[in-house]
């Protein structure tokens, strides 16, 4: 099994930013997995957000946050990063870290999902 652990979510002022955190571990998780990020505001569907390979070659952006979310990660820690900068209120969401050993099939549906870190942005 795989288990992801999101941190990092809280309150933060428009035009801040904030950094979550994605701890993965379990008997079946490969450093070799692509890791993501998801995110579903109140009444909306998930969204996809970003994803990384597992070298950290190939990422992918939604277009609503390019320029201003950058993901990384840290294969020693399996971890993974979502560094959140310039926020706007339509960022506030729960925002989920998900793992897939496909880079294509993280962005769509992953197959481990984490239980997710809300994030709330004041205007």
């Known amino acids: 099994q795989v288990q992801l652990v999101e941190s990092g979510g809280g309150l933060v002022q428009a035009g801040g930013s904030r950094r979550l955190s994605c701890a993965a571990s379990?008997?079946?998780?490969?450093?070799?997995?692509?890791m993501g990020w998801f995110r579903q505001a109140p009444g909306k569907e998930r969204e996809f957000v970003a994803a990384?390979?597992?070298?950290?070659?190939?990422?992918n952006y939604a277009d609503s946050v390019k320029g201003r979310f950058t993901i990384s990660r840290d294969n020693a820690k399996n971890t993974v990063y979502l560094q959140l900068n310039s926020l706007k209120p339509e960022d506030t969401a729960v925002y989920y870290c998900?793992?897939?050993?496909?880079?294509?099939?993280?962005?769509?549906?992953?197959?481990?999902w984490g239980q997710g870190t809300q994030v709330t942005v004041s205007s």
């Open positions: 998900a793992a897939d050993p496909s880079v294509r099939v993280v962005t769509t549906h992953p197959t481990y």
């Open positions: 379990g008997r079946t998780f490969s450093k070799t997995y692509a």
């Open positions: 990384s390979s597992w070298t950290g070659g190939s990422q």
